[in-house]
């Protein structure tokens, strides 16, 4: 069974750092490109960014470049999400999901298979 399971979301102040972890488990992680989807009752699902296997090339919506970087470890099959001068933006619902394989759009939401339930991030002075 597919499981993807984020962890790391917290009340954090305008300004400040956090970092969000996806525990993939029931497939081989290091062979899917992966995802992290944010989603707010405003905007509903946004893409944030996207990975490729063995982080070949990684891709950032204009709305956290240069803020967030993504990452990957295939040896503890995790995926990860630094976020940095997080702002009141980015409160949302985030969400770590797997694309199926072939994809070539990293950017489209409906190329994830599977998704995790997702970590709360808050931005609250």
């Known amino acids: 069974e597919v499981r993807l399971v984020e962890s790391g979301g917290d009340m954090v102040q305008p300004g400040g750092s956090l970092r969000l972890s996806c525990a993939a488990s029931g497939f081989i992680f290091s062979e899917y490109d992966m995802a992290w989807v944010r989603q707010t009752p405003e905007r509903g699902n946004e893409w944030v960014a996207s990975i490729e296997t063995r982080g070949r090339r990684t891709f950032y919506s204009e709305a956290v470049k240069g803020r967030f970087t993504i990452s990957r470890d295939d040896a503890k099959q995790t995926l990860l999400l630094d976020i940095s001068s997080l702002g009141f933006a980015d409160s949302a619902l985030y969400f770590c999901?797997?694309?199926?394989?072939?994809?070539?759009?990293?950017?489209?939401?409906?190329?994830?298979?599977?998704w995790g339930r997702g970590t709360r991030v808050t931005g609250s002075s």
């Open positions: 999901a797997r694309f199926y394989r072939g994809t070539s759009d990293h950017t489209d939401t409906n190329l994830l298979g599977y």
